[in-house]
């Protein structure tokens, strides 16, 4: 099937715009993480869903940032008044999660890279 | 708190010339170790992971990795390295205080191939 699709997978957005991240997880997975990659460096832990439930948002940078998956499946990742700094690439993953399930496999999306002017 | 570190950013071998990435951790309990690998504008693919068991583990492309409780490390192998090897190779560990198993990443190693 379908690998994890994200889009759009460029934005460009001015300073102080909203911004809003689609995150399409492979069908039937529960899991789905955000991270952020910033140039030059590995990913980021942003926050973690089970289902509809954000059980993790410690990785959240400010209060700008917000995360939902109101249904379970489709997840997005919002941005409000962005700055610079939060110029990135957001990566999404998937994965299949049973209990005590953190030994399985996260699937990547292709990522949305961020610019912000 | 974990983390990983990957010492070296860039790393040039020839075609056919043999491998190794480096990888440490730091991490409080048994960790669950993984190796990613990402090309430009793709997501990270997974190359192989380390849950228990056998330290030497086999992954896909011919990369396999060992595990070393005693050096904190787990390095990434290839006896002969393909053009289409060149990438960026992330070593990562489960987080031990999240749920769902987020992953921590180290900075990454760039790897060039030289015909």
């Known amino acids: 099937g379908a690998g994890v699709s994200q889009s759009p997978r460029y934005k460009v957005a001015k300073r102080g715009q909203d911004v809003a991240l689609r995150c399409d997880p492979i069908?039937?997975?529960?899991?789905l993480f955000w991270y952020q990659q910033a140039l030059g460096q590995g990913p980021e832990f942003l926050t973690y869903?089970?289902?509809?439930?954000?059980?993790?948002k410690s990785g959240l940078p400010s209060d700008r940032f917000f995360a939902e998956r109101p249904e379970g499946s489709v997840s997005t990742l919002k941005i409000q008044r962005t700055q610079q700094e939060d110029s990135a690439v957001y990566l999404c993953a998937s994965s299949t999660r049973l209990a005590g399930g953190i030994r399985h496999e996260q699937f990547f999306g292709p990522g949305t890279r961020l610019t912000v002017l | 708190a974990q983390s990983v570190t990957q010492p070296d950013i860039h790393i040039t071998v020839s075609e056919g010339a043999s491998l190794e990435l480096r990888c440490n951790y730091s991490?409080?309990?048994?960790?669950?170790l993984f190796w990613y690998v990402q090309s430009p504008g793709q997501g990270l693919q997974l190359l192989l992971k380390?849950?228990?068991?056998?330290?030497l583990v086999q992954g896909i492309k011919g990369f396999e990795a060992e595990f070393k409780r005693s050096q904190s490390s787990f390095n990434l192998r290839k006896p002969s390295v393909h053009w289409s090897d060149a990438a960026e190779y992330f070593c990562a560990v489960v987080g031990e205080d999240g749920q769902g198993g987020k992953l921590i990443f180290g900075q990454g190693t760039e790897l060039s191939v030289k015909p």
């Open positions: 869903f089970q289902n509809e439930a954000q059980l993790d």
């Open positions: 380390y849950f228990s068991g056998d330290t």
């Open positions: 069908s039937g997975h529960v899991s």
């Open positions: 991490y409080g309990a048994t960790p669950y």
